[in-house]
């Protein structure tokens, strides 16, 4: 069997991997801290600990703390752990893109800076992904207000196709 590879030289998640753990809360693209301290190698507890040592790194607008209505939303279950069992005893922080670049400042390692380059560029694949998104919306419309009524349905149907589903996301299961 082949020797495992030091943390700082195992494969980056690809980008399908970050992708699904980005969710949209507040109006804002976050990532959770569980999520985050999964991709770095790192304990949630390590991770925490790392941004509670440089607090006046993270701003509000950098990172907060979710609401248990938020973390439903998330289909994330929490049950208060009893003290010596490990668990989560609170809600998590949720990291927006800037709080997730300032972590690459605070977790100095080769491993967090090859996963925050990667998480990055999945940030800026989003980012490009809804401005087409916007863009077929608005030529879209554009067409609809050229033709006639008898049209209706063709537009319809690619309007439908764009909304983001309805509901809170769903989890990949296992």
Known sequence: MPAKKPASQQVVPVVEVIERRIFLIRGHKVMLDSHLAELYQVSTGNLNLAVRRNRERFPQDFMFHVTKAEAGALLLQFAIAKKGRGGRRTLPYVFTEQ???????????KRAIAVNIAIMRTFVRLR???????????????????CDQRFKAVFDIPRQLMEPPVGPPKRPIG
């Open 99 to 109: 709080g997730v670049a300032m972590l690459s400042s605070v977790l100095n390692s």
């Open 128 to 146: 490009q992904i809804l401005a087409t998104h916007k863009d077929l919306a608005e030529r879209l419309a554009a067409m609809e207000k050229k």
